[in-house]
């Protein structure tokens, strides 16, 4: 079982950056690919980034490429989400996700989500 927890979210303006957190306890998660994924209002919850459990197999939305960097590091049992360049639209809740099937969008944990707003 693994429990994760999301830190990092908050108000931003056009064209700031923000670094997520999403921080696992429990066993098993430096053998678990990881993913973001975020719901805006109205909308279906998409995959933005995600990686394979050593960190490799990088995949982003295409919304998101260039602009956010997926990383994940074993040791702490953390994977960030650095987003820069934010606009208005990636406002959503953004949720931190492993193991399942990641890539079909049928993770095995989810963690509660975190707010981001971004202002224009």
């Known amino acids: 079982q693994v429990q994760l927890v999301e830190s990092g979210g908050g108000l931003v303006q056009a064209g700031g950056s923000l670094r997520l957190s999403c921080a696992a306890s429990?066993?098993?998660?430096?053998?678990?690919?990881t993913g973001w994924f975020r719901q805006a209002p109205g909308k279906e919850r998409e995959r933005v980034a995600s990686?394979?459990?050593?960190?490799?197999?990088?995949y982003y939305a295409d919304s998101v490429k260039g602009r956010f960097t997926i990383s994940k590091d074993n040791a702490k049992s953390t994977v960030y989400l650095q987003m820069s360049s934010l606009k208005p639209e990636d406002t959503a809740v953004y949720y931190c996700?492993?193991?399942?099937?990641?890539?079909?969008?049928?993770?095995?944990?989810w963690g509660q989500g975190t707010q981001v707003t971004v202002s224009s």
């Open positions: 996700a492993a193991g399942g099937r990641i890539t079909s969008g049928q993770p095995a944990y």
């Open positions: 429990g066993h098993g998660f430096s053998s678990y690919a």
């Open positions: 990686c394979s459990a050593t960190g490799g197999m990088i």
